[in-house]
């Protein structure tokens, strides 16, 4: 199984970025999928994900309203559209997928991508 997130990159306050995760020898009809992201020194967090079955979407607080979770589970591809980005946006996010799941927890994830930076400046 791999998972290959990409899209990170440099923005300005205000601006938006797409994340990509392609995933591979796991079938997203199948698979919760999840963004979490992480800040050096610092735990891991939720950021968002959708069901297996794609029937339900979950936010963290901090991100409802400017972010959007989305799969095609024909291309096995997961996106995270992020909006109205801000400073404390910034940090490495990590794809996961949790088989027959949601994808919400660190825990409950199976596997996870290697991570893409994302930078919000002011």
């Known amino acids: 199984v791999q998972l290959q997130a990409s899209g990170g990159g440099l923005v300005q306050a205000g601006g938006s970025l797409r994340l990509s995760c392609v995933t591979s020898?796991?079938?997203?009809?199948?698979?919760?999928v999840g963004w979490f992201r992480q800040v050096p020194g610092k735990e891991r967090e939720f950021v968002a994900s959708i069901s297996y079955d794609g029937g339900k979407t979950y936010y963290t607080d901090s991100v409802k309203g400017r972010f959007t979770i989305s799969r095609d589970t024909v291309k096995n591809v997961a996106y995270l559209e992020m909006n109205s980005l801000k400073p404390e946006d910034t940090a490495i996010y990590y794809c996961a997928v949790e088989a027959w799941g949601t994808a919400q927890t660190v825990g409950s994830v199976d596997y996870w991508g290697q991570g893409t930076l994302v930078t919000v400046s002011s």
């Open positions: 020898g796991r079938t997203l009809s199948r698979n919760g």
